[in-house]
Structure formats: C-alpha cells, structure tokens
C-alpha cells in the first residue's frame, strides 16, 4: 500500500491544541504506530507557499492508495483540497487546535487509535461543499460568523495580548453588527426572503470551537443542513454559544433549518462570506455540495454504503424526515 504522510510542522502550537508534542516526537510515534501494520510512509511536510494542497495533489497524481494529513483542520482541509476526485483515501491525524472533522467522523485524537483506524478502517465517500468555487469540508458561514472568525483565529494564536485582541474585535464585531435581508433560493425552486444575522450552511456536525452546531448533519448524505438566526439579539447568540458548549439548545427554536443540495443567496447589501474560516469576499453566493467527492479512512461503525448498520440507516431516515416535515410546515412563508 503506497503512503504519503503530509505533515505541518507548527501543529500544536496553540495553547488551545490538544497535542503538544514536538515535529520529531510526532513523527516518531505515528511511524511507529503505522509500522505493526506494514505500512511505511514517505514523508513530506507543508509549507507557507503551499500548505498541503498541492503535495497532496501531486501524491494522488504518483498513484498513492492512502495520503494522510497531520495537523489541525487548516492542514486536513487543504489537503482534502487535493484530493477531491481522486483514486487517493484521506487519513486523518488530528494534532491541531479544534479537529472538528475527526470529531465529525469519529476519529480519535489519540494518534495510535486513529493510526489504526487508517491502517485496518475502511474507506468511505463523503460530501465536500463549494461556495463561489471555494471547496469546504465543515461550514460556509454569511453574515455574523464571517465576521467574527478573524478574532476567532486570534483566539487560537500564542500570547495573551493576542488572546486579549481577539476578545476585544470578537465583542466589537458582535455588538455592531446588524441584521440583514437575505433573498434565498433553495434547491433553484424555493424563494424567500429572510430578515437573519447569520446563515449557516453546514457539511459536518462540528465546526468553530469544537461546538456541535448542527448535530443532524452527517457528512455523507448529499445534503446541507442551513441553519438560519432569524430573530436572534446579540445576547441570543452569546447565551446559544454558551449552551451548546454546556450540551443544551435553550434557543433553538429561534433557528429556522432546511437540508438542501443547492443555495442562491443575495443581500441587500454585501455581506461577508467564509469557508472554514477563510474569508471568500461578499455575497452573493453559490453553494453546491459535491455528493461523495472525497474518499477517506474512518472506522467501519460510521461508513455508508453497505457497511453502514439498519440501526444506523433507520436513524438518519428519521431525521432526513423530520427535516422534510419541518420544511413543509415553512411553504409559502416569508420571514421577517
């Protein structure tokens, strides 16, 4: 089995990260952890000009069965990038700050355990996203969550005056920041209007600081789970924030949610856009899922197709339905 390792260098250098081991401890442990199962690696590592994409592309290009993506979520998503629509399988090794795609699919930040799940797992298909041609794997966010993910990202860097900053642009950001009307198409058929401070178009259950935003998304459906703030104040959004880190969802039914494949969405003034954290300009904004565009490893308790268990399918049929009725119950409906 041929194998690229893909490495980052800096990972886990956030006070927030959960690994903190140095390049070569890393190194070391994951070689060692690959090695019981005859699988040896050749090893290249990111750069600033280019942070994992164009290596990965390139590996799948040179025929590898598995490439895999050592770091945080940046490393994993611009990896991903170069993979998409290959014959190459993503492993993941989570070893930065948030890792909420391993988190969305189950894959453990204990770098033996998720070794072994790219070793003797199997891989599986799943959905990956585009906004205006940008490719994202967790969320694309217009309005209020772009916004704030520039102090979100000082959040994660080291120093407390850093820190400090962030916290400030993040409160500055949130209280200044107002509402705006959105006109959205759904799936090229549904219109509406929507009066909404942020809309959220969701490929993973995870995203942000490792906070379960919408916790019926599943990565390999074909379908986006939208999450609409409507009529959310500025202490809403905060109070929602802090609830779902605490495992409760004390205002969710302020947010109004549709699984869709396609979103058109304009504004009567530009609005930020991001793509897992990366700023993509203003609306208006195309979104489409691409459905299984890329192949990773991840156990076999959470693949589709044939692997995936009845109780498993029966779950998500429910709550595939339970969007459709909540749906329906919307037709014909204009927010304000």
Same mark, same amino acid.
């Given at each position: 089995?041929?194998? %690229?390792?893909?490495?980052? !260098? &800096?990972?886990?250098?956030?006070?927030?990260?959960?690994?903190?081991?140095?390049?070569?401890?890393?190194?070391?442990?994951?070689?060692?952890?690959?090695?019981?199962?005859?699988?040896?690696?050749?090893?290249?590592?990111?750069?600033?000009?280019?942070?994992?994409?164009?290596?990965?592309?390139?590996?799948?290009?040179?025929?590898?069965?598995? *490439?895999?993506?050592?770091?945080?979520?940046?490393?994993?998503?611009? %990896?991903?990038?170069?993979?998409?629509?290959?014959?190459?399988?993503?492993?993941?090794?989570?070893?930065?700050?948030?890792?909420?795609?391993? /988190?969305?699919?189950?894959?453990?930040?204990?770098?033996?355990?998720?070794?072994?799940?790219?070793?003797?797992? &199997?891989?599986? /298909?799943?959905?990956?996203?585009?906004?205006?041609?940008?490719?994202?794997?967790?969320?694309?966010?217009?309005?209020?969550?772009?916004?704030? =993910?520039?102090?979100?990202?000082?959040?994660?860097?080291?120093?407390?005056?850093?820190?400090?900053?962030?916290?400030?642009?993040?409160? /500055?950001?949130?209280? &200044? =920041?107002?509402? &705006?009307?959105?006109?959205?198409?759904?799936?090229?058929?549904?219109?509406?209007? *929507?009066?909404?401070?942020?809309?959220? *178009?969701?490929?993973?259950?995870?995203?942000?600081?490792?906070?379960?935003?919408? !916790?019926?998304?599943?990565?390999?459906?074909?379908?986006?789970?939208?999450?609409?703030?409507?009529?959310?104040? @500025?202490?809403?959004?905060?109070?929602?924030?802090?609830?779902?880190?605490?495992?409760?969802?004390?205002?969710?039914?302020?947010?109004?949610?549709?699984? %869709?494949?396609? +979103?058109?969405?304009?504004?009567?003034? !530009? $609005?930020?856009?991001?793509?897992?954290?990366?700023?993509?300009?203003?609306?208006?904004?195309?979104?489409?899922?691409?459905?299984?565009?890329?192949? *990773?490893? $991840?156990?076999?308790?959470?693949?589709?197709? !044939?692997? +995936?268990?009845?109780?498993?399918? @029966? @779950?998500?049929?429910?709550?595939?339905?339970?969007?459709?009725?909540?749906?329906?119950?919307? @037709?014909?409906?204009?927010? $304000?």
């Amino acid at each position: 089995m041929r194998t %690229v390792l893909i490495l980052n !260098p &800096t990972s886990g250098e956030s006070a927030l990260a959960t690994n903190h081991n140095t390049l070569d401890d890393s190194k070391e442990l994951i070689l060692s952890s690959l090695r019981p199962y005859n699988i040896e690696p050749t090893i290249v590592y990111t750069t600033v000009e280019d942070p994992g994409t164009g290596l990965a592309r390139k590996a799948a290009e040179e025929g590898a069965d598995i *490439v895999i993506a050592g770091g945080g979520d940046g490393t994993l998503h611009a %990896v991903a990038n170069g993979l998409i629509n290959t014959n190459s399988a993503l492993g993941i090794l989570p070893m930065g700050t948030m890792n909420n795609i391993a /988190r969305s699919l189950d894959i453990p930040e204990d770098i033996e355990k998720a070794c072994e799940i790219i070793a003797q797992g &199997t891989t599986s /298909r799943i959905d990956v996203g585009k906004i205006n041609d940008h490719i994202f794997l967790e969320v694309a966010g217009i309005g209020l969550e772009a916004a704030l =993910f520039p102090a979100a990202e000082e959040l994660k860097s080291k120093g407390l005056s850093s820190t400090l900053h962030g916290v400030v642009e993040g409160l /500055r950001t949130l209280f &200044t =920041f107002s509402p &705006t009307r959105f006109t959205v198409t759904f799936d090229n058929k549904r219109r509406r209007r *929507v009066n909404a401070i942020q809309i959220s *178009v969701c490929n993973s259950p995870y995203y942000g600081a490792r906070l379960q935003f919408a !916790p019926d998304a599943l990565m390999d459906d074909g379908l986006f789970d939208v999450l609409i703030y409507r009529r959310f104040s @500025k202490i809403d959004y905060i109070r929602h924030a802090i609830s779902i880190s605490q495992g409760r969802r004390a205002l969710t039914q302020k947010i109004s949610r549709r699984k %869709v494949k396609t +979103m058109y969405i304009q504004s009567e003034q !530009p $609005v930020e856009i991001h793509a897992d954290g990366e700023q993509q300009g203003t609306t208006p904004a195309l979104i489409e899922i691409q459905t299984g565009a890329l192949q *990773v490893r $991840v156990a076999k308790k959470v693949a589709a197709g !044939p692997n +995936m268990t009845k109780p498993e399918r @029966k @779950k998500r049929r429910i709550n595939q339905r339970a969007a459709e009725r909540d749906q329906s119950e919307e @037709k014909g409906s204009v927010y $304000v």
